[in-house]
């Protein structure tokens, strides 16, 4: 028997309430050459039982058990399909009827890309059982998140936050194993591949349409694990910013003195980055000094072309806006010598 052209692997613990919908999402596609690989990652519920259900029902899907950590059902899931394109997608989750094959399509026409992902809706999962509108900071996230649409884009925003929503992305199978699939570092292990597949300079795509309803609700990992936290997101962050080699070489300056760029400063002098100055437009702020470090006006950036990284840390997209013009009047690259972080 032929593989199928795409793999679509589905960790799931305790899922046994949006399991069926999200399965259904899935045999709903368009796309007729797809298999499923639920993945039972030791449910004490009757998800694997439902999992078996589905599978008599229905030759596509293949059911697996992992009893060991969520990471390592996520690459159990990818490493028993047989798919050269391997998608992901969670249990709580719903696949628009088009998703698998707009993207494998894509896939198809770009082979310069490593993988893609899609826009998505974000709701919030309500106690009825029914869907609402995301909370304020979700809603900013998609908005930001649909805009991340080219490889440039993707590349050169990954401090600001996960430029790809990971129950949307769909990666080549020889990449996946080049990558040896998930790590298990203290921070998010979907975050932690995007920011290693760019690192070593894979390009990633996204397809520009809404392709996935990504729920949100109280028992969500994002919502219950440290792992999740941003905390962990800005180590993630401060981590592979300091592998760069022109950040390493030339040191960083920070671009904004609020808690952003206070935290970033803390996090990446730990790891061994110079932190040269700050620069500010608050002219209460110019001429102070933080943690040691001189606060500089903004329009001195271009004193330190050549000589250090500039980092736009600001939380919010206009400020960040505000900031990436100034820098890339004062000569600076973004993506080479200058980051958004946030």
């Given at each position: 028997m032929n593989a199928p052209s795409v793999s679509i692997g589905m960790p799931a613990r305790n899922a046994v309430a949006t399991l069926g919908a999200a399965v259904a999402s899935l045999q709903a596609q368009d796309l007729g050459d797809f298999e499923i690989v639920l993945v039972d990652h030791a449910s004490t519920d009757g998800t694997m039982a439902l999992m078996e259900s589905l599978s008599r029902k229905d030759e596509r899907i293949r059911v697996v058990r992992c009893e060991g950590s969520f990471v390592e059902a996520a690459n159990l899931a990818w490493r028993v399909a047989s798919g050269a394109l391997v998608a992901r997608m969670d249990a709580d989750d719903l696949a628009q009827p088009a998703r698998l094959r707009l993207q494998r399509d894509f896939l198809v026409s770009r082979?310069?890309?490593a993988g893609c992902a899609t826009q998505v809706r974000i709701l919030k999962r309500l106690e009825t059982g029914d869907f609402g509108p995301a909370d304020g900071g979700y809603q900013r996230y998609e908005r930001w998140i649909n805009d991340v649409l080219s490889p440039e884009a993707i590349r050169n925003e990954r401090f600001v936050d996960s430029p790809l929503p990971n129950p949307t992305v769909m990666l080549r199978r020889e990449v996946l194993e080049e990558a040896r699939g998930y790590a298990d570092p203290s921070w998010a292990e979907d975050y932690d591949l995007w920011l290693r597949l760019l690192?070593?300079?894979?390009?990633?795509?996204?397809?520009?349409e809404v392709l996935l309803d990504w729920l949100d609700g109280p028992t969500r990992a994002t919502r219950s694990q440290d792992?999740?936290?941003l905390a962990q997101f800005q180590e993630a962050k401060a981590h592979y910013l300091?592998?760069?080699?022109?950040?390493?070489e030339r040191g960083v300056v920070i671009c904004g003195?609020?808690?952003t760029g206070k935290d970033f400063a803390k996090r990446l002098l730990h790891h061994g980055v110079a932190v040269h100055a700050f620069l500010e437009v608050?002219?209460?702020q110019i001429g102070q000094r933080i943690a040691?470090?001189?606060?500089l006006a903004s329009d001195r950036a271009a004193d330190f072309s050549g000589r250090a990284v500039m980092?736009?840390?600001?939380?919010?997209e206009p400020a960040r806006e505000t900031i990436r013009q100034l820098i890339t009047k004062a000569g600076f690259d973004e993506g080479t010598d200058f980051f958004c972080v946030a």
């Amino acid at each position: 028997m032929n593989a199928p052209s795409v793999s679509i692997g589905m960790p799931a613990r305790n899922a046994v309430a949006t399991l069926g919908a999200a399965v259904a999402s899935l045999q709903a596609q368009d796309l007729g050459d797809f298999e499923i690989v639920l993945v039972d990652h030791a449910s004490t519920d009757g998800t694997m039982a439902l999992m078996e259900s589905l599978s008599r029902k229905d030759e596509r899907i293949r059911v697996v058990r992992c009893e060991g950590s969520f990471v390592e059902a996520a690459n159990l899931a990818w490493r028993v399909a047989s798919g050269a394109l391997v998608a992901r997608m969670d249990a709580d989750d719903l696949a628009q009827p088009a998703r698998l094959r707009l993207q494998r399509d894509f896939l198809v026409s770009r082979p310069d890309l490593a993988g893609c992902a899609t826009q998505v809706r974000i709701l919030k999962r309500l106690e009825t059982g029914d869907f609402g509108p995301a909370d304020g900071g979700y809603q900013r996230y998609e908005r930001w998140i649909n805009d991340v649409l080219s490889p440039e884009a993707i590349r050169n925003e990954r401090f600001v936050d996960s430029p790809l929503p990971n129950p949307t992305v769909m990666l080549r199978r020889e990449v996946l194993e080049e990558a040896r699939g998930y790590a298990d570092p203290s921070w998010a292990e979907d975050y932690d591949l995007w920011l290693r597949l760019l690192e070593q300079g894979h390009r990633l795509g996204k397809v520009p349409e809404v392709l996935l309803d990504w729920l949100d609700g109280p028992t969500r990992a994002t919502r219950s694990q440290d792992r999740y936290s941003l905390a962990q997101f800005q180590e993630a962050k401060a981590h592979y910013l300091s592998r760069d080699p022109v950040v390493r070489e030339r040191g960083v300056v920070i671009c904004g003195a609020g808690p952003t760029g206070k935290d970033f400063a803390k996090r990446l002098l730990h790891h061994g980055v110079a932190v040269h100055a700050f620069l500010e437009v608050n002219e209460r702020q110019i001429g102070q000094r933080i943690a040691g470090l001189p606060v500089l006006a903004s329009d001195r950036a271009a004193d330190f072309s050549g000589r250090a990284v500039m980092l736009a840390a600001a939380g919010r997209e206009p400020a960040r806006e505000t900031i990436r013009q100034l820098i890339t009047k004062a000569g600076f690259d973004e993506g080479t010598d200058f980051f958004c972080v946030a």
